[in-house]
């Protein structure tokens, strides 16, 4: 009745496949696991392995640079078991399209998680001009309101 899901065996193609700008997954370093999805779906979902889980370990993969798979590692810290990260789709009824969804999925996610910090930002002072805008928009905000107290009885 309770059926463990095996690992599925690797694909046997060697070419990195672009996922998202920053990222390019290896497909032998994927490891693709298939189960039963729960929720409706009638007979179909109680014979059919459509839940995708799909795993990669991040402190072997060549798909980061090792700054990138630091920035990795340490961002993703909280979601890792070990340093392996697992993204689990079962948003449709089929396993293909399953199967696109956590690829893509791991990909922006790996891309985020890798990405470099942004600049530091640099202070710079308001321009004159923006200053003295600024102070005459209050100059005549400050006027309307006090103009609002005098009435005709004045």
């Not at 392996?84 to 399209?97: I, K, L």
Request: aromatic share 2%; proline share 6%.
């Amino acid at each position: 009745m309770g059926r463990t899901p095996e690992p599925v065996g690797r694909p046997q193609t060697a070419d990195p496949v672009r996922t998202s700008p920053r990222v390019r997954l290896v497909e032998q370093e994927l490891v693709w696991r298939f189960s039963r999805s729960g929720g409706p779906g009638g007979q179909h979902v109680n014979t059919s392995d459509t839940r995708v889980s799909l795993s990669l370990d991040l402190a072997t993969t060549r798909s980061l640079s090792a700054p990138e798979r630091e920035r990795a590692l340490r961002r993703l810290a909280g979601h890792l078991v070990g340093t392996v990260y697992t993204v689990t789709v079962e948003d449709f009824r089929s396993q293909a399209r399953n199967r696109d969804t956590a690829r893509e999925r791991l990909a922006v996610r790996l891309s985020l998680a890798a990405a470099p910090e942004p600049r530091a930002r640099r202070a710079t002072r308001p321009t004159r001009g923006s200053a003295e805008r600024r102070l005459a928009a209050k100059k005549r905000r400050s006027q309307v309101k006090r103009m609002r107290g005098r009435g005709a009885d004045d």
